[in-house]
């Protein structure tokens, strides 16, 4: 079965650190992978996603970028964080069977911003 | 375009209530609808999809294409209800699901 791992769990930077969030799947191959957004009061918000290797898509303009620098792995990074980057970020590839839609997440990474 | 309005923010009701968590969707085509879950200190997961026509843990959830709608109901809200719901919607072909903004159920004892 497969499984996501994300880390780390919590953290909390300064305004203006650098960051990077990983995200590793298992029991999969080449699978889509996304990066979702928990932040208050604005609900699930799609941030980037990817099909491949290297291929990545941007759904919103921000102070974020994503990398997929191989099958398995995905990693949220940012060089000078902002305030409002605070939130909970998710990782998620599609589960079931086909393209059901249905996804599958992570456990989270919950990121606070001072 | 396709879209998903969640209108409440928060639903607070009673143990034993009924309870309806509200979804619209706007999308031109057939979609596919989908109601995730995140309890306390749990991950986002599904609950139920339209194409199912099942009920879990008690929750239900009918595709009316007429209005647009997706609503999830329960007829006896458990405290164990209490969580953030988000209703989904993919689109045919798109693998990429919009969310709503998510409706914070409690549920009092």
């Known amino acids: 079965s497969q499984t996501i791992h994300q880390w780390p769990a919590t953290l909390v930077q300064p305004v203006g650190s650098p960051l990077s969030l990983e995200c590793t799947v298992e029991?999969?191959?080449?699978?889509?992978l996304y990066w979702y957004r928990q932040a208050a009061g604005r609900g699930l918000q799609l941030l980037f996603y990817?099909?491949?290797?290297?291929?990545i898509s941007s759904e919103v303009p921000q102070n974020l970028s994503a990398s997929r620098p191989q099958d398995r792995q995905f990693i949220l990074s940012s060089k000078k964080l902002l305030l409002s980057d605070s939130g909970f970020y998710l990782c998620?590839?599609?589960?079931?069977?086909?393209?059901?839609?249905?996804?599958?997440f992570g456990e989270g990474s919950r990121l606070t911003v001072l | 375009a396709q879209r998903v309005t969640q209108p409440e923010k928060l639903l607070s009701v009673f143990k034993g209530a009924p309870v309806e968590l509200k979804c619209n969707y706007s999308?031109?085509?057939?979609?596919?609808l989908f109601w995730y879950v995140q309890y306390s200190r749990q991950r986002l997961q599904l609950l139920l999809r339209?194409?199912s026509r099942e009920s879990i843990k008690g929750f239900t959830a009918d595709l009316n294409k007429g209005e647009t709608s997706f609503h999830l109901k329960k007829p006896f809200a458990q405290e164990e209800d209490s969580a953030m719901y988000y209703c989904?919607?993919?689109?045919?072909?798109?693998?990429?699901?919009?969310f709503g903004r998510g409706t914070s159920l409690i549920v009092h004892p």
């Open positions: 998620a590839l599609p589960g079931g069977q086909g393209n059901t839609g249905e996804l599958f």
């Open positions: 999308y031109s085509g057939s979609p596919e």
């Open positions: 989904a919607l993919q689109g045919g072909g798109s693998y990429i699901p919009t």
């Open positions: 990817s099909v491949g290797i290297g291929q």
């Open positions: 339209h194409i």
């Open positions: 029991g999969t191959s080449n699978p889509n």
